[in-house]
């Protein structure tokens, strides 16, 4: 099973992965709780749709998708619905599928079209090299560092969510914005290594797993981090020994994951009742 870390670009593409998703895993309970779930997906396309642009006029490769993404960031910080009959997620999945559709089009007109479309979503993990890993790994450990420091802002913020009381925010929230900076930066360079899907899986998978399976907000935190790196593992694993495509795998482990989660969940909820 640990074979596969005889070869660099093995050990290489599984670095990518843990800090990938220790840290978006991390995110991704934030994210669950504010009930924006489509966050990821579409400031993942918005900085999908800033490299497609990059690469349709031949420059800015690093720099525009970096804009486009903390553009996104902003613009989505500012949403704050009051009307009862719209949600939040509505108007982030129109974003989400407005970028795609112009990422799809500024795609169609570069030479490799449909597999550039395929690594805009699924990545290419496995030709990730060190200098990319330790610019992702010093950036995210900054986002990870803020996190820890301001940890009971955010974390009450989420709650605020959690609880319906977001309508507290106001327009503008310090916190609030703060919080959906660090999620647009790691995506730019999360999206990157590891595509659209992938990224989204880390965020949201071992997230929605854990409050599956425990109540304890500190136990939340941790099974998720767990979650993610068993993910990346396995997913990494299945990948070399079946010779199917990584970041695919890894998705698809985690989805297995949290289907394993439901079951564990609905057992307990059985137990549960057959007590009472």
């Known amino acids: 099973m640990f074979e596969m870390f005889q070869l660099p670009f093995m050990v290489q593409a599984f670095a990518a992965a843990v800090i990938t998703g220790l840290l978006l895993s991390y995110l991704g309970v934030h994210v669950v709780g504010r009930g924006i779930v489509f966050v990821d997906l579409a400031l993942g396309q918005i900085s999908s749709l800033g490299v497609a642009f990059a690469v349709f006029i031949g420059t800015g490769l690093t720099s525009i998708p970096l804009i486009f993404t903390l553009g996104g960031a902003l613009l989505m910080s500012f949403i704050n619905i009051r009307d009862k009959r719209l949600k939040q997620e509505a108007i982030i999945g129109i974003l989400y599928a407005f970028t ?29 090299s060190w200098d990319k890993i330790r610019a992702m790994g010093i950036v995210f450990g ?14 009450s913020l989420t709650q605020s969510f959690e609880s319906g009381e977001n309508h507290r925010v106001g327009i503008f929230n310090i916190w609030n914005f703060l919080f959906y900076i660090s999620i647009g930066l790691a995506i730019v360079f999360a999206v990157q290594i590891n595509g659209v899907i992938p990224v989204f899986s880390f965020l949201i998978v071992p997230a929605v797993s854990a409050i599956m399976l425990s109540k304890n907000n500190t136990a939340i935190f941790i099974i998720s981090a767990v ?3 068993i993910g990346s593992f396995l997913g990494l694993s299945f990948s070399f020994h079946y010779d199917f495509p990584a970041g695919s795998s890894i998705v698809a482990v985690l989805g297995i994951i949290f289907i394993l989660s439901t079951i564990i969940k609905l057992v307990q909820k059985v137990s549960t009742k057959n007590e009472s």
């Open 100 to 128: 795609s559709a112009l990422t799809v089009l500024l795609i169609s007109k570069t030479p490799h079209g449909d597999s550039d479309i395929q690594e805009v979503l699924f990545g290419n993990i496995l030709s990730v």
């Open 227 to 229: 979650i993610s790196v």
């Open 142 to 155: 900054i986002i990870g560092i803020i996190q820890l420091i301001f940890f009971k802002k955010f974390f």
